[in-house]
């Protein structure tokens, strides 16, 4: 895998592992669903529902006009299901956890933490305090029901980065996974990253997971992957909508308007960040074992997704 070994403290990445499997059926991904089936497909152009509210929107209707922060409230706890599909099992959560690295003894700034997943591991690692923060009340509320569930000392508060709060003290590490998706524009791109700059030690690392800028939409689908990644046809300032689908029981999908590489390039350095480097999203040798390389192949050829890390 890239970065540092990402492999969890104390508990070990098998225990992750299994913790992934026990989850499954918890959220809805069964052994029959289109995410577990090797070659399983979704029509193309579906629009998924969760807890019977709509995310994103059919070809032909107005753009949706909700906030992220509505659009998240809708899907709430079943958000952690999406970690269950192999993209994401077997590509984003080792890939992202192994590039962060060794957190022990270290504070996390935790944004657009959702349910709390990478908040907990890295509290479960040994970081000595973590923030999670998110925009959507659905989402902080689940992730502190797993808190009040399992106590592991990791504080959750609701909130938008584009106007994050100030902390007394100064963070570590700040992590962002998929966050960016729904600014507005890029201004709002532009305040996150200085709100995010200003939350950090000297020297600290931003680490960064999301849309891969140069993804080919015409490619082969990402159905047997678990996800779907389509254009919309629509380009902004940002870069182009795109309506992403978690192949879920039910399926899940919004929609999204990841910024393009120059974007997150120029806002970083605006921001004052350095060392920006941009670093591949490989899939773990434990992904290969359970499909084959084949399998990924895909993936290897055209991938959706990428990280990204520099110094604050």
Request: net charge negative.
């Amino acid at each position: 895998m890239c970065g540092r070994s990402g492999a969890p403290r104390g508990s070990g990445r098998e225990e992750h592992e299994n913790r992934t499997v026990r989850d499954r059926t918890r959220f809805g991904v069964s052994a029959s669903s289109p995410a577990r089936r090797a070659g399983g497909d979704f029509p193309p152009g579906a629009v998924a529902r969760s807890g019977g509210r709509r995310h994103g929107r059919d070809r032909g209707d107005r753009h949706d006009e909700r906030s992220a922060g509505q659009l998240y409230d809708g899907i709430g706890e079943a958000f952690e299901g999406f970690k269950t599909l192999p993209l994401a099992r077997y590509g984003e959560v080792p890939g992202f956890l192994g590039l962060v690295g060794d957190v022990e003894g270290r504070s996390v700034l935790d944004l657009a933490s959702g349910t709390g997943f990478y908040s907990r591991e890295f509290k479960r690692r040994g970081a000595s305090r973590v923030l999670g923060v998110d925009i959507s009340s659905a989402m902080v509320g689940a992730a502190r029901a797993r808190e009040d569930a399992d106590p592991l000392g990791v504080r959750y508060e609701l909130g938008d980065v584009a106007e994050l709060r100030s902390f007394e003290e100064p963070f570590d590490i700040a992590v962002a996974v998929q966050l960016f998706n729904y600014a507005e524009d890029v201004a709002t791109v532009e305040r996150m990253c200085r709100n995010i700059h200003r939350s950090m030690a000297a020297g600290a690392e931003f680490f960064a997971f999301g849309q891969h800028p140069d993804y080919r939409f015409d490619g082969p689908s990402l159905a047997k992957y678990g996800f779907l990644c389509e254009s919309l046809g629509e380009d902004t300032a940002l870069g182009p909508r795109v309506r992403i689908t978690a192949l879920l029981d039910p399926p899940i999908s919004f929609v999204a308007n990841p910024p393009g590489r120059e974007v997150w390039e120029r806002s970083l350095r605006a921001a004052g960040f350095t060392g920006i480097t941009w670093v591949p999203l490989e899939i773990s040798a434990a992904g290969v074992r359970e499909y084959g390389e084949e399998f990924w192949d895909d993936y290897a050829a055209n991938p959706p997704l990428t990280m990204l890390r520099c110094r604050a």
